[in-house]
């Protein structure tokens, strides 16, 4: 059940040296292809990197660093086109939840990396840095990377009494 995928998910960041087979690379990328947008304008792309040099030049897109990318088998960067929606981040943000979700399912982990609004140096911004390592055209935006490999680390899954139900609401505030 998706809810037993969503408690077991956890972020990862200690990765197997062990390539993720191309199937499975071909999986995840579907269901990124698969994920909602608004008014179906498909605003995102998707680049996957398993180019181990490019992993290490990725791992230092911002401070602090991701370094664990570097240790990754794959990154999935995740792009839009600023230009064709006004939501284009809340798009990208939902394929790049469905690409984690989908490593989940098979038995892969992942990790989110937050590139939107951060900083590689004082002169130049993540997204900067990383459209001119994997020669991203101006038009697109990067929101994210998900870093994606077989765990090396095991976490326990959230448990139901350790949610925040004090957060849910019915009908009013």
Not at 44 to 50: D, N, R, S
Not at 84 to 108: H, N, R
Not at 124 to 132: D, F, L, N, P, V
Not at 139 to 147: F, P
């Amino acid at each position: 059940m998706l809810i037993d995928i969503l408690k077991s998910r956890r972020s990862i960041r200690k990765f197997q040296n062990k390539e993720v087979e191309k199937e499975k690379i071909d999986v995840i990328l579907k269901s990124a292809l698969l994920s909602p947008s608004s008014r179906a304008i498909r605003p995102w792309q998707f680049i996957a990197v398993t180019d181990v040099e490019l992993l290490a030049q990725l791992s230092l897109c911002r401070e602090p660093a991701p370094r664990y990318l570097a240790e990754a088998p794959l990154a999935i960067v995740v792009i839009a086109d600023k230009n064709a929606s006004d939501v284009w981040i809340e798009d990208a943000s939902i394929a790049s939840t469905f690409i984690q979700l989908t490593a989940q399912d098979l038995k892969l982990g992942s990790c989110w990396i937050q590139v939107r609004e951060r900083l590689c140096t004082e002169e130049e911004t993540a997204e900067e840095y990383i459209r001119k390592v994997l020669e991203i055209p101006e038009q697109y935006s990067v929101e994210c990377m998900v870093a994606i490999g077989y765990p090396a680390e095991e976490k326990k899954p959230y448990e139901e009494n350790a949610l925040l139900h004090q957060k849910l609401h019915f009908n009013k505030f």
